[in-house]
C-alpha cells in the first residue's frame, strides 16, 4: 500500500481529551509514516489561549504553523510539509473515535482512485437539486437509508438503552451510509479524508472570511477547481465520536455573522461564482 500520513488540528477547550482520538489513530493496521497534530501559533476564535500545547501520546508529533487556518488547519500546513512528495495525506477531526482499521479503508480505495479525494462521509451541494445538474460527475452513490438499516437500528436501541440506564455520555453515533461508492460534491472531514499534496492550487491558502468556517467546502471546491473530484466509500461505517464533540463545535457557531447554513449556502454561491463549479 502507498505511504500515508495522518493529519489533524485542535483547539484549547478540547486538548484535555486530544488523547482519545489520537490512541486510536497510533494503533491503525496498516501504521503512517507520521502523525502530526498542527498547532497554530494564535487561535483566532480563542485570543485568550495561554499558549500551553497539549499531551500527546507517544508516535504523535506536534507541528506549530504561524497562520490559524481555522479548521482547515488540519491539513493545510501539511500541504506545504510535503508537497512534491509522493505520500498521500489523511485528514481527520479530533473528536472521533477512528477503529483500527480506518485507515486501510482509504489505502485500499486509493488503488481504485488514484486522482480522486477519497472520504467515508460526503454531501451534494443544497442549492441546486441533482436533477437540474450540469457538472456533476457519473456515477453518484446509492445511499443507504437508515429507515431500512436494521444494523442502524439495533445500534441506536443500545445507545439508548446506555444512555438511559447506565449513565453514557451523549455522543455521536456513526452509520454505514453508501451501498455502492460514487462521487458527490464535498467531503465532510469528521469521517476522515485522503488526499495528495498536488490536489489543490495555490489559491487554497487564501480562504475566503466567511469560508474560513466551513472548510469542508472550500476544500472540497478547491479539490474540484485542480480536477481531483470527492470518491465515497462505500458499505464502510463513519465513526462514532468521543463525548467532548460538542466542545465549541463550529457547526453550532455564527462566524462573521453567518451561522452554518447560512454560511455553507454562500460558499456554493461563491464557488460556483468565482470559480465556475457545482452548476
Not at 27 to 49: C, G, K, M, N
Not at 197 to 221: M, N, R, T
Amino acid at each position: 500500500m502507498r505511504p500515508y500520513v495522518i493529519s489533524l488540528t485542535s483547539i484549547p477547550s478540547r486538548f484535555a481529551h486530544l488523547n482519545q482520538t489520537l490512541k486510536g489513530l497510533v494503533r491503525q493496521s496498516v501504521p503512517p509514516l507520521a502523525i502530526h497534530v498542527y498547532i497554530p501559533e494564535t487561535y483566532r476564535r480563542f485570543p485568550d489561549w495561554d499558549g500551553r500545547l497539549p499531551e500527546v501520546v507517544e508516535g504523535v508529533t506536534i507541528r506549530r504553523c504561524p497562520q490559524d487556518f481555522g479548521p482547515a488547519t488540519k491539513v493545510l500546513p501539511a500541504l506545504r510539509d510535503y508537497a512534491g512528495q509522493d505520500v498521500d495525506i489523511l485528514f481527520c477531526d479530533d473528536e472521533m473515535r477512528y477503529p483500527r482499521r480506518w485507515a486501510s479503508w482509504f489505502l485500499r480505495q486509493r488503488q481504485r482512485q488514484p486522482e480522486a479525494c477519497i472520504a467515508l462521509v460526503g454531501e451534494d451541494i443544497a442549492d441546486i437539486p441533482r436533477a437540474e445538474r450540469t457538472d456533476a460527475v457519473a456515477p453518484r452513490p446509492l445511499d443507504l437509508w437508515k429507515v431500512t438499516n436494521p444494523e442502524q437500528w439495533i445500534k441506536r436501541g443500545i445507545e439508548a438503552f446506555g444512555q438511559r440506564w447506565l449513565g453514557w455520555p451523549m455522543r455521536h453515533l456513526g452509520r454505514r451510509l453508501y451501498l455502492t461508492g460514487g462521487f458527490l460534491d464535498t467531503f465532510q472531514g469528521f469521517g476522515g479524508v485522503m488526499v495528495r499534496p498536488h490536489f489543490f492550487p495555490e489559491q487554497v491558502f487564501d480562504i475566503p472570511p466567511v469560508l474560513w468556517a466551513v472548510d469542508d467546502l472550500w476544500l472540497s471546491g478547491m479539490a474540484k477547481v485542480g480536477g481531483h473530484p470527492v470518491w465515497v466509500i462505500p458499505m464502510r461505517p463513519s465513526p462514532n465520536s468521543h463525548p467532548h464533540y460538542k466542545a465549541d463545535a463550529l457547526h453550532e457557531a455564527v462566524i462573521d455573522g453567518h451561522d452554518r447554513d447560512e454560511a455553507n449556502l454562500f460558499a456554493e454561491r461563491y464557488m460556483r461564482d468565482h470559480y465556475g463549479i457545482w452548476k
